[in-house]
């Protein structure tokens, strides 16, 4: 089960290693994103996932906000 | 959308997938710096002035007024305990009689605008909608400041 996280918890993850992924689409991402995050739109996870993430690695996700 | 990526990740393999549920906007609201074309755009929390005068609801707006004026302004956002915003205090609800409380005398329940918007942005929403003022606050309604439309305007226009 994913483990939902605040912004303290996130940052000493990116610190420990944690690959940091942004699933927004890729053109708002271009715009802005967090420090150090990769682009992987929600749509593309499926075929993508598996060849730009490490999986003995910890990942954390994240979108604009709750919705 | 990032609860279904999470899950989907670990359905593809993933043993240690977190989910920052707050997301970009949480992280943009902290004033944390950000990467991309749009991230040397000055925004509305920038801006915003956080020297503002404040008012708890159960103050009386004559003690208010001349704390405020005291400190050259002609607005106070109202606030509670937890800095949540309830109020709006412009220089009309200021001129109203001393002894109302300021539950009585305040805007209530005034729009309120997130940190992370555009300057841009926020400079035509409050021209188009005459707004002086506009709270600006946390996800969760917490004042970050108060962003006066003259300083809007003028912030967007040095990037143009």
Redesign the interface.
């Known amino acids: 089960m994913p483990t939902e996280i605040d912004r303290s918890k996130l940052q000493s993850l990116v610190k420990e290693g944690a690959q940091l992924v942004e699933v927004l689409p890729a053109d708002e991402y271009e715009e802005e994103h967090l420090p150090g995050a990769i682009s992987l739109p929600l749509r593309r996870l499926e075929t993508e996932a598996v060849s730009l993430l490490d999986r003995t690695r910890p990942v954390i996700v994240y979108c604009w906000d709750t919705a | 959308?990032?609860?279904?990526?999470?899950?989907?990740?670990?359905s593809?393999?993933?043993?240690?997938?977190?989910?920052?549920?707050?997301?970009?906007?949480?992280?943009?609201a902290?004033g944390?710096?950000?990467?991309?074309?749009?991230?040397q755009h000055p925004r509305a929390g920038e801006v915003a002035r956080k020297d503002v005068p404040t008012a708890q609801l159960d103050e009386r707006l004559g003690d208010v007024r001349e704390r405020v004026q005291a400190v050259g302004w002609d607005a106070a956002v109202v606030i509670n305990s937890e800095r949540v915003v309830l109020g709006l205090l412009r220089s009309k609800e200021l001129e109203k009689d001393p002894n109302l409380r300021i539950e009585q005398a305040m805007r209530p329940g005034p729009s309120t605008f997130r940190p992370h918007l555009s300057i841009k942005e926020m400079a035509q929403n409050m021209t188009q909608h005459k707004l002086e003022s506009s709270p600006i606050t946390t996800?969760d309604g917490r004042l970050v400041g108060l962003l006066l439309q003259k300083d809007a305007v003028q912030k967007a226009g040095e990037k143009e």
């Open positions: 959308m990032s609860p279904r990526a999470a899950w989907r990740l670990e593809l393999g993933f043993g240690d997938v977190y989910d920052y549920v707050a997301g970009k906007v949480d992280w943009m902290a944390l710096p950000t990467e991309g074309t749009n991230a996800l």
